[in-house]
């Protein structure tokens, strides 16, 4: 087990993750006219991610590991676009009502993206099933840890946080700046670091055994790095975060993330 063999999955890890969150960033602030274009562009490297997911099933090496780590990132940069683009998001598109609390404010709130939710739903089964029983798993659990902290994140935003980083919505998901609230903590926050340092130990205890395969290392190890980041993005929703230093490359102008919708 050499530096390299533990630093390179991680590093790669981080750098996938920076550069896929800015390259979605940037492509939905482009004029709303390429989001077909951007789209169909996606939907095609989704679809030969999941072919090589299909091919990499079987196999227990190195390449195989960061080949299915990076599909299942292309497969969620799917469904990020499709979201942000706004062609998978929720029947509902309009403000939350002043004054609206309680259950209504969750249904409400669950109403703007829970065909979004059920894509993912159906997306994160498919992958189980796809891997089902196959040696080289880390795809789905890829994707499952994912999805675990993206609605952990989303929950804290619901429940209220201080940085919600509204700057960052494209003009017609605006709205939803009006589900989120404002508060300096709320209870789960604790239990989600929690949540999240926990399935950081386990991942790297396994990553980490003695005697563990290369495989193992770098699959387990690419799982975790992920893992940490997700925990760090929690951390920012209560500190500042610099999300100028890190995608300020990614950000259109001020005028053109603020144009009306043609």
């Known amino acids: 087990m050499t530096f390299a063999a533990i630093a390179s999955p991680l590093l790669f890890a981080a750098f996938v993750w920076w550069f896929s969150t800015g390259a979605i960033l940037w492509l939905d602030r482009r004029p709303r006219e390429t989001?077909?274009?951007?789209?169909?562009a996606t939907t095609i490297i989704a679809i030969g991610a999941l072919i090589a997911l299909f091919v990499t099933a079987a196999q227990e090496t190195i390449a195989s590991a960061y080949i299915s780590f990076a599909a299942a990132?292309?497969?969620?940069?799917?469904?990020?676009?499709?979201?942000?683009?706004?062609?998978?998001?929720?029947?509902?598109?309009q403000p939350l009502p002043a004054g609206t609390t309680g259950w209504r404010r969750f249904s409400l709130a669950t109403a703007t993206i829970i065909h979004?939710?059920?894509?993912?739903?159906?997306?994160?089964?498919?992958?189980?099933?796809?891997?089902?029983?196959?040696?080289?798993?880390?795809?789905?659990?890829?994707?499952?840890?994912l999805w675990a902290l993206r609605l952990s994140a989303k929950f804290n935003l619901f429940l209220g946080a201080p940085y919600r980083a509204e700057e960052m919505l494209p003009p017609h998901l605006t709205?939803?700046?009006?589900?989120?609230?404002?508060?300096?903590?709320?209870?789960?926050?604790?239990?989600?670091?929690?949540?999240?340092?926990?399935?950081?130990?386990?991942?790297?205890?396994?990553?980490?055994a003695p005697d563990v395969s290369?495989?193992?290392?770098?699959?387990?190890?690419?799982?975790?790095?992920?893992?940490?980041?997700g925990v760090i993005e929690h951390v920012f929703l209560f500190i500042p975060p610099p999300n100028a230093l890190l995608w300020g490359w990614a950000e259109s102008k001020p005028e053109e993330r603020n144009a009306p919708l043609g």
């Open 35 to 40: 989001f077909g274009w951007s789209f169909a």
């Open 73 to 93: 990132i292309a497969i969620w940069g799917w469904h990020e676009m499709s979201f942000l683009m706004g062609f998978i998001t929720g029947p509902r598109r």
């Open 116 to 145: 979004h939710e059920i894509a993912l739903a159906l997306t994160a089964a498919a992958l189980v099933a796809l891997s089902w029983g196959q040696p080289n798993q880390i795809g789905a659990i890829t994707f499952l840890v």
């Open 175 to 208: 709205h939803l700046k009006s589900y989120f609230r404002n508060r300096r903590m709320n209870a789960l926050f604790p239990l989600s670091l929690a949540g999240g340092a926990a399935l950081a130990w386990t991942l790297g205890t396994i990553a980490y």
């Open 214 to 229: 290369a495989f193992t290392l770098t699959g387990f190890s690419l799982v975790l790095s992920l893992t940490v980041l």
